[in-house]
């Protein structure tokens, strides 16, 4: 499997930081569980993250600090975590849905219920603790545009299936789309297979007026 | 300033950590802690600005890596790559109230890199080693920009706007100081 569309610089630089909001970090953290280049490079920015912490310039551990962590210790002595235990099990078959995003959706592809977008497409929502995103599964037929498709923000698109073509460039397994607002583009799923994709979004913004929240599915915004 | 801790090598920090793991070892992780408790509380308290919640995140981050010592992997980095990651996780938990979505690497579709893992510890502390002095040798203007976008929660056009200077000035000082930092990493 060959990647060619991977995380930029300032997106896995947010990741590697922690500022990423948790849908934007759950597209990119599943690109990576795929894509041991862009896990090279998350690698030399947490080496980069070390080396500035070890620069920090700070006064010394206070006695009280070391004896405030000591009674910590003491009491929580007993849960101590061991090497992270090997989950692979020989001989089953690989799920399509790789870490994180499998927990996230509560199994592989094929025990999932999908909803109809209409038009042959269907979804599964992603339930996310962070309001600032929508994360969503996305199952688009064969030779069918992705539905949906007027974004204001930012969009990432990770595909998991199949592959779509947005003009020139194909994505398929294991490739991300970043697209802002000033991006025009039409995706439309390949022939031949349905493609799976994730895609993560800005939240619509919610305004306060009774009004406007009104008007807000009239006008579209 | 403890200029004189600021040398402690660190080789040495991995042999204090890996001796936590595998004995719990409070004498060498006191060592660990009084070097690295006040940088991890400056790291949270330059996020927070608050001084008791960044000596709560610290103490929060210490608990872990006394808790975690054994999964530390001298392999796959240095000792102040690894609380890093752990500080900027707590902090993640504890400000976005959010678990950080991250991969599994025991995970049955998780694609493994091609190289072989060989033993790397030696060559995890050199690239320590030349990273910092990449870093000593960067420009102020580039290491403020690359602190900014470790330490602070703002994307690259809020650091613009706080600095009042273009967002093309921001990614380009960001992209040079990875350039040259990138370039120290892969030497051999
Ligand atoms: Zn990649």
């Known amino acids: 499997m060959s990647i060619n569309h991977h995380i930029s610089d300032e997106l896995l630089l947010r990741y590697a930081s922690g500022e990423l909001a948790e849908g934007w970090s759950l597209a990119v953290a599943t690109h990576l569980a795929l894509c041991p280049s862009c896990r090279q490079r998350l690698s030399k920015m947490e080496t980069i993250g070390g080396a500035l912490l070890e620069n920090i310039s700070t006064g010394a551990a206070s006695d009280d600090a070391w004896a405030r962590m000591r009674r910590r210790m003491d009491k929580a002595d007993v849960r101590v975590s061991q090497p992270m235990e090997d989950h692979r099990q020989a001989g089953r078959a690989e799920p399509i849905l790789p870490e994180p995003l499998r927990s996230y959706l509560g199994g592989d592809i094929d025990s999932l219920k999908w909803r109809s977008l209409g038009m042959g497409a269907y979804q599964i929502p992603i339930r996310l603790a962070d309001t600032s995103t929508i994360a969503r599964l996305l199952r688009i037929p064969a030779g069918k545009p992705v539905p949906e498709h007027g974004h204001a923000g930012q969009e990432l698109t990770l595909v998991l299936a199949g592959s779509f073509r947005d003009g020139s460039d194909v994505f398929a397994r294991g490739d991300l789309e970043e697209a802002d607002a000033s991006l025009t583009h039409q995706p439309l799923a390949s022939e031949g297979e349905d493609c799976i994709c994730l895609a993560v979004t800005d939240a619509p913004l919610k305004f306060k007026s009774w009004l406007v929240r009104l008007i807000q599915p009239v006008l579209g915004i | ?188």
């Open chain 2, 1 to 188: 300033m403890d200029e004189s801790d600021q040398e402690q090598p660190t080789d040495d920090m991995s042999g204090l950590l890996v001796s936590v793991g595998l004995n719990r070892d409070v004498e060498a992780f006191e060592v660990l802690f009084r070097h690295y408790a006040p940088r991890v509380k400056a790291y949270m308290a330059r996020l927070s600005r608050d001084g008791t919640a960044a000596e709560e995140l610290m103490q929060e981050t210490m608990m872990v890596v006394w808790n975690k010592a054994a999964q530390f992997e001298p392999s796959r980095g240095t000792v102040s790559t690894w609380i890093y990651t752990i500080a900027r996780n707590v902090r993640v938990d504890v400000y976005r109230r959010t678990k950080r979505p991250e991969f599994d690497l025991n995970d049955p579709a998780f694609v493994q890199d091609d190289a072989a893992p060989a033993d790397k510890a030696f060559e995890a502390f050199q690239e320590a080693e030349r990273l910092r002095r990449a870093m000593a040798a960067l420009p102020a203007e580039q290491l403020d920009l690359l602190k900014r976008s470790f330490y602070e929660d703002s994307s690259h056009s809020a650091i613009a706007e706080a600095l009042s200077i273009p967002l093309g000035t921001v990614k380009s000082r960001i992209r040079l100081a990875f350039a040259k930092l990138r370039a120290a990493l892969e030497e051999r």
